[in-house]
């Protein structure tokens, strides 16, 4: 990239990660027939009522304050106010949450650089379990230049099982060309939905306390619990503030949760995270440094007022009812047709095996392209640090105006066998009636083009669009 005057570092982070996301770019800022995305987590299912909470905070709340600089050195102070009695009330921690140990910044992704710049040397390396969300491959060296060491078992039954997750770390830890400064832990795990229990998290602990690194808790899916018939006595989430670091024997300082705003409380748009670390004040001032005066104000006002909010207990309930229904509309149509899955009880996403008979990632990479084609690509577990050949499929969007999947069950998987239960020259397109009559119809017409069968007549024979008629000259 000579000429074009970018540093070394710059150049290496484009050159690296540009070619991988730039497909996944311009799929996104594409305006006609747009991807549904549902390989980026999202959970849209309390944004109605969060709206309600954040309108009537700006309207009531916003004054001449806010359009200075935050007033506190870790950020604004009614925000770390409300944010310590929101960890005290929901994460039970120990040792009380206090405004002391907190510091926030935009979104958990520059919480974890933040601390990563500060805990590592540039070159270094970070242990995550793997599999896990495929982000952390380019964000823990996009600006840190640290290097994410997987840890992965052998497999996806063995994530939860303590010995084998340490045996995993100690594989990585002593394999790994780069020096090991932490290690980054998701509870509840991203992608299987599922939490630790509270004995392998004492564990982990304990082999970073031996290690002499650092221990970092990705719980940004904390209370996206939710009933499930799959699980019927699952794990609870316990965080990482509820156990007793001095009494296993290890030390606090070393010991980290990260949070935010945009999956429990699904605003990924408002940019809202945070560290708490209890025993490190060094550590708390790097972070401030990094990241105190990068918070919006706004999103410091809207969020105090969600967090003390006399109605948060109520949409954590609805958010669980709504993300229990979501999760049991996706698993019964994966199990129609036959695609495995791994059960799941807590955040917005499901791991699936949606290409069962693909051998090699070329073979999967072609049955992703079919979902792409209609409009609902999926994240991929090669992406994801294996093991597995499955993809993690989100489901809050069930409950959406993008509920696309009765829609892709009929005019992708599953033409072949309506064709058989109908006269032999009709297919019926099962669709969802909030889709927009221009989209639905050129993404039906562009799934059953991927299938050969050559439209002659396009024809609707009611205005409802659940049922469409395609007049076909030829099938499979």
């Not at 849209?44 to 600089?69: F, P, T």
């Not at 604004?76 to 910044?105: M, R, S, T």
């Not at 072949?416 to 039906?444: A, C, G, Y």
Request: charged content about 20%; some cysteine; aromatic content about 8%.
């Amino acid at each position: 990239m000579e000429g074009f005057g970018l540093s070394t570092r710059g150049a290496a982070n484009v050159a690296a990660i540009w070619p991988r996301i730039s497909k996944a770019v311009e799929e996104r800022e594409q305006l006609e027939n747009p991807v549904i995305d549902m390989g980026t987590s999202e959970n849209m299912l309390l944004r109605d009522e969060l709206i309600g909470v954040y309108k009537n905070a700006v309207q009531d709340g916003l004054c001449s304050k806010h359009l200075s600089y935050p007033n506190g050195f870790t950020g604004d102070q009614d925000l770390i106010d409300a944010l310590a009695g929101f960890f005290n009330e929901h994460f039970q921690p120990l040792v009380p949450v206090d405004k002391q140990h907190i510091v926030v910044a935009p979104g958990v992704a520059f919480s974890l650089d933040a601390l990563l710049y500060n805990i590592c040397e540039a070159g270094d390396g970070i242990l995550i379990p793997a599999p896990c969300w495929s982000g952390f491959d380019w964000l823990v060296n996009v600006r840190s230049g640290v290097h994410p060491v997987f840890a992965s078992v052998a497999n996806l039954k063995d994530v939860f099982v303590s010995s084998e997750v340490l045996t995993s770390l100690e594989t990585a830890f002593s394999q790994s060309p780069h020096p090991i400064k932490g290690l980054l832990f998701t509870n509840p795990h991203n992608p299987l939905g599922r939490c630790y229990s509270a004995e392998i998290i004492e564990s982990v602990i304990r082999f970073c306390d031996k290690k002499k690194i650092h221990f970092i808790s990705d719980e940004i899916y904390g209370m996206s619990k939710f009933n499930c018939s799959d699980i019927p006595a699952p794990t609870a989430f316990v965080s990482a503030l509820q156990l007793n670091i001095k009494g296993i024997g290890c030390d606090p300082s070393r010991v980290h949760v990260i949070w935010g705003l945009s999956k429990d409380l699904g605003s990924n748009g408002l940019r809202m995270g945070c560290c708490v670390t209890q025993a490190n004040k060094p550590l708390a001032t790097g972070l401030a440094l990094s990241s105190n005066t990068q918070l919006s104000s706004l999103t410091a006002l809207v969020t105090t007022s969600l967090l003390t909010s006399p109605t948060l207990p109520q949409l954590f309930a609805l958010n669980s009812e709504r993300l229990a229904e979501a999760y049991s509309s996706l698993t019964e149509w994966l199990k129609q047709r036959e695609i495995p899955y791994v059960p799941a009880n807590m955040g917005c996403f499901v791991f699936a095996q949606v290409a069962p008979k693909a051998n090699t990632w070329e073979d999967e990479a072609t049955v992703i392209q079919a979902w792409k084609n209609a409009a609902c690509p999926r994240a991929s577990s090669n992406e994801d640090n294996k093991p597995s050949n499955g993809r993690r499929t989100l489901f809050p969007y069930m409950h959406t105006e993008a509920r696309v999947i009765p829609f892709i069950s009929q005019s992708v998987k599953s033409i072949d066998l309506v064709t058989k239960t109908l006269s032999p020259n009709i297919i019926k397109v099962v669709v969802d009636d909030h889709m927009d009559p221009f989209h639905r119809d050129k993404v039906i017409i562009d799934a059953l083009k991927q299938f050969n069968i050559e439209i002659v007549d396009w024809s609707k024979p009611d205005l409802c669009p659940e049922n469409i008629g395609a007049a076909c000259k030829d099938r499979m």
